[in-house]
Protein backbone atom coordinates (compact mmCIF):
# COMPACT_ATOMS: atom_id res chain seq x y z
CA UNK A 1 0.00 0.00 0.00
CA UNK A 2 3.13 2.33 0.59
CA UNK A 3 2.77 3.06 -3.78
CA UNK A 4 -0.97 4.16 -3.07
CA UNK A 5 -0.06 6.30 0.07
CA UNK A 6 2.70 8.03 -2.04
CA UNK A 7 0.89 8.73 -5.25
CA UNK A 8 -2.21 9.70 -3.06
CA UNK A 9 0.45 12.21 -1.43
CA UNK A 10 1.52 13.04 -4.91
CA UNK A 11 -1.79 14.61 -5.84
CA UNK A 12 -2.41 16.18 -2.56
CA UNK A 13 0.62 18.11 -3.53
CA UNK A 14 -0.29 18.99 -6.64
CA UNK A 15 -4.17 20.34 -4.72
CA UNK A 16 -2.08 22.47 -2.61
CA UNK A 17 -0.59 24.14 -5.44
CA UNK A 18 -3.61 24.97 -6.99
CA UNK A 19 -4.74 26.40 -3.47
CA UNK A 20 -1.46 28.43 -3.50
CA UNK A 21 -1.12 29.16 -6.98
CA UNK A 22 -4.74 30.85 -7.71
CA UNK A 23 -6.79 33.54 -6.42
CA UNK A 24 -9.70 33.47 -4.05
CA UNK A 25 -11.56 34.57 -7.20
CA UNK A 26 -10.52 31.49 -9.11
CA UNK A 27 -11.15 28.91 -6.77
CA UNK A 28 -14.34 30.33 -6.55
CA UNK A 29 -15.80 30.96 -10.06
CA UNK A 30 -17.66 27.89 -11.41
CA UNK A 31 -16.52 28.02 -15.05
CA UNK A 32 -19.29 27.62 -17.65
CA UNK A 33 -20.54 24.26 -18.49
CA UNK A 34 -19.07 23.05 -14.96
CA UNK A 35 -21.80 22.73 -11.79
CA UNK A 36 -18.77 23.47 -9.42
CA UNK A 37 -15.58 25.12 -8.96
CA UNK A 38 -11.43 23.96 -8.24
CA UNK A 39 -12.05 24.62 -4.33
CA UNK A 40 -14.69 22.44 -4.58
CA UNK A 41 -13.05 19.60 -6.44
CA UNK A 42 -10.43 19.55 -3.96
CA UNK A 43 -12.76 19.59 -0.99
CA UNK A 44 -14.64 16.83 -2.51
CA UNK A 45 -11.41 14.86 -2.82
CA UNK A 46 -10.49 15.20 0.99
CA UNK A 47 -13.77 14.74 2.03
CA UNK A 48 -14.47 11.43 -0.27
CA UNK A 49 -11.41 9.50 1.36
CA UNK A 50 -13.14 9.79 5.00
CA UNK A 51 -16.30 8.52 3.44
CA UNK A 52 -14.34 5.55 1.92
CA UNK A 53 -12.07 4.54 4.19
CA UNK A 54 -13.32 5.47 7.69
CA UNK A 55 -17.53 5.65 7.25
CA UNK A 56 -17.46 2.34 5.40
CA UNK A 57 -14.84 0.37 8.47
CA UNK A 58 -17.57 2.12 10.91
CA UNK A 59 -15.03 4.44 12.39
CA UNK A 60 -15.27 8.10 13.23
CA UNK A 61 -14.61 10.36 10.80
CA UNK A 62 -10.84 12.63 11.19
CA UNK A 63 -13.03 16.01 10.42
CA UNK A 64 -15.62 18.47 11.07
CA UNK A 65 -18.52 16.82 9.59
CA UNK A 66 -19.45 19.76 8.53
CA UNK A 67 -17.15 19.28 5.59
CA UNK A 68 -18.49 16.21 4.73
CA UNK A 69 -21.72 17.74 4.47
CA UNK A 70 -20.70 20.42 2.72
CA UNK A 71 -18.65 18.42 -0.03
CA UNK A 72 -19.94 14.89 -0.04
CA UNK A 73 -21.11 13.36 -3.59
CA UNK A 74 -24.44 15.27 -4.79
CA UNK A 75 -23.43 18.75 -3.12
CA UNK A 76 -22.16 22.27 -4.77
CA UNK A 77 -20.48 25.17 -4.47
CA UNK A 78 -22.70 26.82 -1.90
CA UNK A 79 -20.93 29.70 -0.75
CA UNK A 80 -17.57 31.95 -1.54
CA UNK A 81 -14.87 30.01 0.12
CA UNK A 82 -12.21 32.61 2.19
CA UNK A 83 -8.54 32.39 2.49
CA UNK A 84 -9.35 30.98 6.01
CA UNK A 85 -11.36 28.24 4.45
CA UNK A 86 -8.34 27.62 1.95
CA UNK A 87 -5.90 27.49 4.70
CA UNK A 88 -8.41 25.02 6.40
CA UNK A 89 -8.78 22.62 3.48
CA UNK A 90 -3.99 22.82 2.70
CA UNK A 91 -4.00 21.91 6.47
CA UNK A 92 -6.44 19.05 5.89
CA UNK A 93 -5.02 18.00 2.47
CA UNK A 94 -1.91 16.67 4.80
CA UNK A 95 -2.91 16.26 8.13
CA UNK A 96 -5.92 13.81 6.78
CA UNK A 97 -3.76 11.54 4.83
CA UNK A 98 -0.72 11.41 7.41
CA UNK A 99 -3.80 9.76 9.79
CA UNK A 100 -4.90 8.19 7.49
CA UNK A 101 -1.75 6.43 6.82
CA UNK A 102 -1.16 6.16 10.33
CA UNK A 103 -4.26 4.28 11.26
CA UNK A 104 -4.06 1.82 8.28
CA UNK A 105 -0.01 0.96 9.50
CA UNK A 106 -1.92 0.78 12.76
CA UNK A 107 -4.69 -1.75 11.81
CA UNK A 108 -7.84 0.41 12.88
CA UNK A 109 -9.59 -0.56 9.74
CA UNK A 110 -10.47 -4.00 10.98
CA UNK A 111 -14.24 -3.75 9.14
CA UNK A 112 -15.67 -2.78 6.14
CA UNK A 113 -19.07 -2.57 4.73
CA UNK A 114 -19.08 -3.66 0.94
CA UNK A 115 -19.89 -0.30 -1.51
CA UNK A 116 -20.27 -0.24 -5.15
CA UNK A 117 -18.68 3.02 -6.12
CA UNK A 118 -21.28 4.50 -8.93
CA UNK A 119 -17.82 6.50 -10.93
CA UNK A 120 -17.16 3.33 -12.56
CA UNK A 121 -19.32 0.53 -10.57
CA UNK A 122 -16.41 -1.18 -8.99
CA UNK A 123 -17.41 -2.97 -5.57
CA UNK A 124 -14.96 -2.26 -3.12
CA UNK A 125 -14.64 -5.09 -0.36
CA UNK A 126 -11.99 -3.92 2.07
CA UNK A 127 -10.02 -0.68 2.85
CA UNK A 128 -7.33 -1.92 0.40
CA UNK A 129 -9.61 -1.25 -2.30
CA UNK A 130 -11.28 1.83 -0.91
CA UNK A 131 -7.30 3.00 -0.68
CA UNK A 132 -6.75 2.22 -4.40
CA UNK A 133 -10.16 3.35 -5.53
CA UNK A 134 -9.25 6.89 -4.06
CA UNK A 135 -6.41 7.41 -5.79
CA UNK A 136 -8.45 6.78 -8.94
CA UNK A 137 -11.23 9.40 -7.60
CA UNK A 138 -8.61 11.48 -6.88
CA UNK A 139 -6.91 11.72 -9.87
CA UNK A 140 -9.97 12.27 -11.58
CA UNK A 141 -10.71 15.02 -10.10
CA UNK A 142 -7.87 16.63 -10.70
CA UNK A 143 -8.18 16.07 -14.62
CA UNK A 144 -11.36 18.37 -13.95
CA UNK A 145 -9.64 20.65 -12.19
CA UNK A 146 -6.92 21.07 -14.82
CA UNK A 147 -10.12 21.37 -17.27
CA UNK A 148 -11.69 24.01 -15.14
CA UNK A 149 -8.09 26.21 -14.64
CA UNK A 150 -8.24 26.32 -18.69
CA UNK A 151 -11.70 27.35 -18.42
CA UNK A 152 -10.86 30.50 -15.76
Known sequence: MEFTFKNTENN????????????????N???????????????????TSQLLCYKLSGLPFTIDAAWVEAYKKGTKPEKEVTKEDVDTLKELLTSTLKQLKADYDAGKFNGFQTYTVSTNNSTLNS??????????????????????????
Not at 29 to 47: D, E, L, Q, R
Request: proline share 2%; glycine share 4%.
Open 29 to 47: TIPSGYNNNVFWNIAHAMV
Open 12 to 27: RIIFIKFLEELSLKEL
Open 127 to 152: VEDALEFNEYHEGMHLGYILAQRKAL
